[in-house]
């Protein structure tokens, strides 16, 4: 499949914020799909092993600080997460698809975070939640890892201090874009990403 | 509260806005905190803070002004105490007491060492000094002597450095416009 | 590396007797020796990243069979340096920190920070402000007892919980929001008074959440009380005694729940909680089941304070909502386009920010998790010199071993999410 070049993501059949924008090009979202679409030859079949996967696609409780307690939020009433079929929150990461980074990321933690995101099973992907997770947020100092794409492969960063549960959701719902999209998890895609 | 002056070791006792410092010898700690929780009845310790005051009297932190000369624009000051009167010694460190009952009365005990000192541990007395005597030697790198158990508790145990010293760099990375103030 | 211990400076008394806390080192419970040899004890880790310990708390514990017979805690795992980030910025700058120590008390924990600013600067703040402030730390307090109380309850069982308490915090939320206009770090507090003034629906809504509330609570109370395997699992376990608890530096419901009738609104009022009707929820058990009494019961006490802010803010409309010292407070934007003074207080205040003068102040509040301190030393510039917290979850945790120890694996998970432990806090 692959998407060609000036084809936006609409033209397949899938949904993104940018189609409001009448008359914008391509954006940088798109340019990367296209970018892209040379590592990616996606038939029938990887198209449904996509579907299956976007709409089950398991966290880690991997919550940290600030942004945990609003990642906590997200599979309670109001802003239900099991629609998408990921209120399953795995505590092994033996069982976890998506590992989301929420909060800032010590010197002394990064080495369990590279253990659980080791321990976790193809395919896998890992969000950056929040600013500190990012990029360190507010904390330039000796103690938070500054970004924590530095040790481990990043599919999607949300911004925010920390990011409203709908800011997660759209980081969530982009993520499903890019996986139906045939784009592949970050560790396939090398240094292209970090 | 009265009482004060038979804290052993004592140096002076001091009153700024509503707190009682109690400044005593660093030798005599241990006899001092004794007093203060046997015959005062300082039962709680609240909290021990440490501080480094390694550059300070200089330029006031932060500030464009410069230690001598007036600035009439610093506020409450007309420019006359510019300069912070000069600490004894570069490390303080404070007990912050609290007599826990009907009638409560706080109280600071202060002592001050300089790099390489040590001072005795607490921990007998109020056995909650255990974990924040060892954040002052983590951050600060104060010993305390007959401390049981004085190892980092909140940096990594192979940790160098002891961060909030001000003679420990920031750390993070340069991010664009950090330069400037 | 430890410290080398020369001849012991020190010959104090023993501890009183009766007392669980260990020794040599009362933070760690170490395996008795004859129970290494007869016993089967392994050694486990129970985190960092584990579901149940309320963030990355690591707990290396000795276990034979499913007893606990040794225990020690390693935290340090979400040190931030905000002590040290806070001395690089403006006082107006370092503000933005302090919510995010004790994520759950963001507004106390600004509060207590402003509040520090605020004795050094010997600034008055307006009535008004004092009361939103005192009305919306009791809505924080609430916020945090609800994460708490849904967190706890899913741990030990009651999974359902979780979605009651969690409705009832968007509420709170949204009252959060209408105010700063983010749900959580809203940073409002300024150094005299607060950023701006409450919007018009607040009051209404607040007083419609409070309402709603009341029954959420009774709720709760019902799916707690009724539960036997709450009941079993909290009554009896963890039981720490008055004389240890303010050894060990506990505060908070902690202290409450062992009969200690210690909260600082009460004793050493700040803001205007000696302007208030309000009772002090204190147990008599020492044990899980306690301290999870007391909290809930906070939550029906906070509720009443807030409702009498309410009535008082409504009453004290138009009123400033922040000191109009210029020297510390910006000029409201309509003056600056007539007065020069205050175009150059604005541009001072901007660019360096205020001066505090030289001083050192320690400054308590009592926040959801207990008495939390800050120790604010400054040197008369426009950067804080030195900045403390006193944090209550961190001694918490050093205590949770003498709390622990004899009882089971499971007994463990109540017992650290009755102490209502928060590693931001911890860690800061």
């Known amino acids: 499949m692959g998407i060609a070049e000036g084809k936006r993501l609409a033209d397949y059949g899938l949904s993104s914020e940018r189609l409001l924008m009448e008359g914008k090009g391509p954006g940088a979202f798109e340019q990367e799909i296209a970018r892209m679409e040379k590592l990616v030859l996606a038939t029938t079949l990887d198209k449904a092993i996509a579907w299956a996967q976007t709409h089950s696609m398991w966290p880690d409780t991997f919550g940290l600080a600030c942004c945990a307690i609003e990642m906590m939020a997200v599979p309670g009433p109001r802003y239900d997460l099991a629609r998408f079929g990921m209120e399953a929150f795995r505590n092994s990461p033996r069982q976890a698809d998506l590992l989301i980074v929420s909060g800032r990321v010590s010197h002394k933690m990064a080495p369990p975070l590279r253990q659980i995101y080791d321990q976790m099973l193809e395919p896998k992907w890992v969000m950056a939640m929040g600013v500190c997770a990012s990029s360190g947020g507010m904390f330039a100092n000796y103690a938070v890892l500054q970004g924590v794409d530095r040790i481990v492969p990043v599919d999607i960063y949300v911004p925010g201090c920390p990011p409203r549960p709908e800011g997660l959701l759209e980081g969530i719902v982009r993520l499903h874009e890019r996986v139906m999209a045939g784009v592949p998890p970050a560790y396939e895609l090398g240094e292209e990403i970090c | ?181 | 590396m430890t410290a080398t211990v020369s001849d012991s400076v020190f010959t104090g008394p023993v501890l009183y007797e009766g007392t669980r806390i260990p020794s040599p080192v009362p933070s760690w419970v170490q395996v008795d020796p004859a129970r290494l040899e007869d016993g089967n004890v392994r050694e486990v880790n129970f985190g960092p990243n584990h579901p149940s310990t309320h963030g990355v708390l690591r707990l290396v514990v000795d276990l034979d069979g499913e007893e606990i017979v040794g225990m020690r805690a390693v935290v340090g795992y979400l040190h931030t340096g905000f002590e040290k980030s806070m001395e690089q910025k403006s006082w107006w700058k370092a503000i933005n920190y302090p919510s995010r120590i004790d994520y759950l008390s963001t507004f106390q924990n600004e509060l207590l920070f402003v509040l520090a600013i605020e004795k050094l600067l010997a600034i008055k703040v307006p009535t008004k402000a004092t009361w939103i402030r005192t009305a919306l730390c009791e809505l924080n307090r609430i916020h945090s007892h609800l994460v708490w109380l849904g967190t706890m309850g899913l741990e030990l069982g009651i999974q359902s919980i979780y979605f009651y308490c969690f409705e009832q915090r968007e509420r709170v939320l949204d009252l959060f929001e209408m105010v700063t206009g983010v749900r959580v770090h809203g940073r409002y507090c300024q150094a005299g008074g607060l950023a701006e003034d409450i919007p018009p629906g607040f009051v209404p809504d607040a007083r419609t959440f409070c309402a709603g509330m009341s029954k959420a609570i009774d709720q709760y109370v019902h799916m707690t009380e009724r539960n036997k395997i709450w009941l079993k699992r909290t009554r009896g376990i963890g039981v720490v005694s008055a004389e240890d608890a303010i050894r060990l530096g506990l505060s908070g419901p902690v202290l409450r729940g062992s009969g200690v009738n210690w909260d600082l609104r009460k004793r050493e009022p700040y803001l205007f909680y000696d302007q208030v009707d309000f009772e002090v929820p204190v147990y008599n058990g020492g044990d899980s089941y306690a301290r999870a009494r007391v909290r809930i019961d906070e939550m029906r006490q906070s509720l009443r304070i807030a409702e009498q802010c309410l009535d008082r803010i409504e009453e004290l409309a138009g009123d400033p909502w922040i000191s109009d010292d210029r020297k510390v407070v910006l000029p409201p934007r309509e003056e600056l386009q007539t007065s020069m003074e205050s175009l150059i207080h604005h541009f001072k205040l901007v660019t360096e920010g205020y001066r505090v003068p030289a001083g050192e102040v320690y400054v308590a509040i009592e926040s959801s998790r207990g008495e939390q301190g800050c120790y604010v030393v400054s040197d008369g510039g426009s950067n804080p010199w030195r900045v403390h917290f006193r944090a209550p979850s961190f001694l918490s945790i050093a205590a949770a071993p003498t709390l622990c120890q004899g009882h089971l694996i499971a007994d463990l998970i109540a017992i650290s999410a009755s102490l209502d432990t928060l590693l931001g806090d911890s860690d800061r």
């Open chain 2, 1 to 181: 509260m009265t009482g004060y002056e038979h804290i052993p070791g004592l140096i002076g006792v001091k009153e700024d806005r509503g707190e009682t410092t109690v400044l005593v010898e660093k030798e005599r700690l241990s006899e001092a905190a004794l007093h203060l929780q046997g015959e005062l009845g300082f039962n709680f310790l609240s909290d021990i803070a440490a501080s480094d005051y390694l550059g300070w009297g200089g330029e006031t932190a932060g500030s464009w002004g410069s230690a001598d000369g007036r600035d009439l624009n610093v506020p409450y000051t007309l420019g006359l105490d510019l300069v912070p009167e000069p600490k004894p010694k570069r490390f303080s460190l404070s007990y912050h007491l609290l007599a826990l009952r009907a009638d409560p009365v706080r109280v600071r005990l202060q002592t001050w060492l300089d790099e390489g000192e040590t001072v005795a541990s607490v921990v007998s007395v109020w056995p909650v000094a255990d974990w924040l005597e060892r954040e002052a030697y983590d951050l600060m790198g104060i010993v305390f002597e007959g401390h049981p158990n004085l190892v980092r508790v909140l940096m990594p145990d192979d940790w160098a450095g002891h961060p909030l010293r001000k003679d420990y760099p920031i750390g993070g990375e340069p991010v664009r416009f950090s330069e400037e103030a």
